[in-house]
């Protein structure tokens, strides 16, 4: 099991400026385990991932600011922001691979990395690209990544696992071909099968979908909500907008290495009491509706009401031409460009 920047899950601790040295790979970043609860009554933990004021720094670049993550147990968390704005950085730090330069980090209720032992075996996790042994077939890589955990399952286990998490991502598990004649998305389908193989309590996501299509997109979104609703909890890195709205209960939003909005995604995209109207007669809407007009653009005016039809009729009686009007609700892509507009 191997990350191109080191293996999850190994003894060795990472170092303070620099992802863990890497082992000799075997197999696509993999998942390591459930071995056990971690953490209050029953095993369960109210959140799974929490940060307090975490930093890190490479040299004067302050990659990630001072962050409080809080993700909740049954969480789809969406961790959303533009390329470069530090969500892998915080990914490695959450899974020990890069120590932070200040602030804390608790996975599934333990400090990490010092816990990684116990906590690692029961994360699943995929980051930047999955790495495998290329000459050898998904089935093999999964099979050799297995038997070389802490806890290696029975070989009759062992392989009906390997074909059952295989099938689960939309690859055959009869296909002997090297990976290397893989593509893309395949390499991402057998690097998300890695970190299913033991069932892991919590799945730590650094952009699943790249390199899929459309219906691949669908496929492994249906198989996140099934886990999901299965008691998985679920932290997906993304730059992807409509992915994230559509798939996620919670995001937070990394902006130049600050978390500049966390919250539920039904409370962000909660109705706004706002009508939108589209007109050419603007001028006319705006100065019979006074101080109930929020904002004017062009043709377009938002006014707070929550009445569409009685203020469709209002205007239509005083002679406005209405060509649209309808309640007016944020999209994700809304809330995060007012989110990193904010100074």
């Known amino acids: 099991m191997n990350l191109r920047s080191g293996p999850v899950g190994s003894g060795a601790p990472a170092s303070p400026g620099a992802p ?58 969406g961790f959303l922001g533009a390329n470069g704005s530090g969500k892998t950085t915080t990914v490695r730090m959450l899974l020990g691979l890069v120590l932070p330069t200040s602030g804390v980090a608790e996975v599934l209720g333990e400090s990490m990395p010092a816990a990684r032992r116990t906590v690692l075996p029961q994360v699943g996790a995929l980051v930047e690209g999955p790495g495998a042994y290329p000459h050898l077939s998904g089935r093999a890589n999964l099979t050799l990544l297995d038997a070389s955990g802490a806890r290696p399952s029975r ?57 899929l299509d459309p219906q691949g997109i669908q496929e492994i979104r249906r198989l996140l909500l099934e886990l999901n609703r299965g008691g998985t909890t679920v932290f997906l890195s993304s730059h ?54 929020v904002h004017v653009e062009d043709d377009r005016l938002l006014v707070r009401s929550e009445d569409a039809a009685g203020l469709n009729g209002y205007l239509v009686g005083e002679r406005v031409r209405v060509v649209e009007v309808g309640p007016y609700r944020r999209d994700l892509e809304h809330v995060v460009a007012e989110a990193v507009a904010r100074p």
């Open 240 to 293: 992807l907008l409509p992915e994230v709205e559509q798939l996620c209960t919670r995001v937070g939003v990394l902006d130049r290495g600050r978390l500049v909005l966390q919250d539920r995604l039904d409370v962000l995209l909660r109705p706004t009491g706002l009508v939108a109207v589209r007109t050419p007669d603007a001028g006319l809407a705006t100065s019979l509706l006074g101080p109930a007009v």
């Open 20 to 77: 863990a040295s890497p082992a000799a790979p075997v197999g696509p970043i993999g998942h390591l385990g459930r071995d056990g609860p971690v953490g209050g009554r029953d095993g369960r933990v109210g959140a799974v991932i929490r940060t307090r004021a975490l930093t890190k720094r490479f040299g004067p670049l302050r990659a990630v600011d001072a962050i409080d993550l809080k993700v909740a147990e049954g969480d789809v968390y």
């Open 155 to 211: 070989a009759t286990n062992r392989r009906n696992r390997v074909a059952e998490v295989l099938a689960q991502v939309g690859l055959d598990p009869s296909d002997r071909r090297p990976t290397r004649t893989y593509s893309l998305g395949m390499r991402q389908r057998l690097g998300l099968a890695a970190a299913l193989m033991r069932r892991p309590r919590l799945l730590i996501l650094d952009e699943p979908t790249n390199g």
